[in-house]
T-cell receptor
């Protein structure tokens, strides 16, 4: 079955360490996204990518980095520069505008990674 | 900049009641609107998607409407059940340029048996 896989489900990081969250999709979607969710704040966009080897900053990109070397994969690195990284991180994918005839127009989300600073 | 607001922030109803969740957005230039459900500690599950040219979509006991000109959408849940308890999120996809989804903060629903 097609879908998005995020790993790990839970992640613990010490102060000053970088950590990478994995996101893989087999939906053949061109676009992929990373959102951060904090209690009472809703989802905020960190980075997104519409094509391999290209990505754009979202609203809260500071302290994060991404890569898009393969269509299926969009890993997120939380660097030591991110001052308050404890949160729930969600990855999503979609087809891009103009290719709606190829299938479902909406976003598909992974099950999330909960990152905690210890 | 597009902003999405959901009212109420939390709602508690007895089992069997019909209920309406509200979503409003500031810019009517949207590509589509999507309603999601989120259970505690889980990812988002898509419930309904309405393209900008559509007025409503239905799936089982759920019905979502869209009034693009007034910047409003509603999610109607018929005959609510305890299993409907979750947070419901509304998101709009702005028109053009593959702009990412903009989310509301959600409505936390509790259905009491």
């Amino acid at each position: 079955d097609g879908g998005i896989t995020q790993s790990p489900k839970y992640l613990f990081r010490k102060e000053g360490q970088n950590v990478t969250l994995s996101c893989e999709q087999n939906l053949n979607h061109d676009a992929m996204y990373w959102y951060r969710q904090d209690p009472g704040q809703g989802l905020r966009l960190i980075y997104y990518s519409q094509i391999v080897n290209d990505f754009q900053k979202g609203d809260i990109a500071e302290g994060y980095s991404v890569s898009r070397e393969k269509k299926e994969s969009f890993p997120l690195t939380v660097t030591s520069a991110q001052k308050n990284p404890t949160a729930f991180y969600l990855c999503a994918s979609s087809i891009v505008d103009g290719r709606a005839q190829e299938g479902y127009y909406g976003y598909t989300f992974g099950s999330g990674t909960r990152l905690t600073i210890v | 900049k597009q902003e999405v607001t959901q009212i109420p922030a939390a709602l508690s109803v007895p089992e069997g009641e019909n209920l309406v969740l509200n979503c409003s957005f500031t810019d009517s230039a949207i590509y589509n609107l999507q309603w999601f459900r989120q259970d505690p500690g889980k990812g988002l599950t898509s419930l309904l998607l309405i393209q900008s040219s559509q007025r409503e979509q239905t799936s089982g006991r759920l019905n979502a409407s869209l009034d693009k000109s007034s910047g409003r959408s509603t999610l109607y849940i018929a005959a609510s059940q305890p299993g409907d308890s979750a947070t419901y999120l509304c998101a709009v996809r702005p028109q053009g340029g593959n702009t990412p989804l903009v989310f509301g903060k959600g409505t936390r629903l509790s259905v009491i048996a």
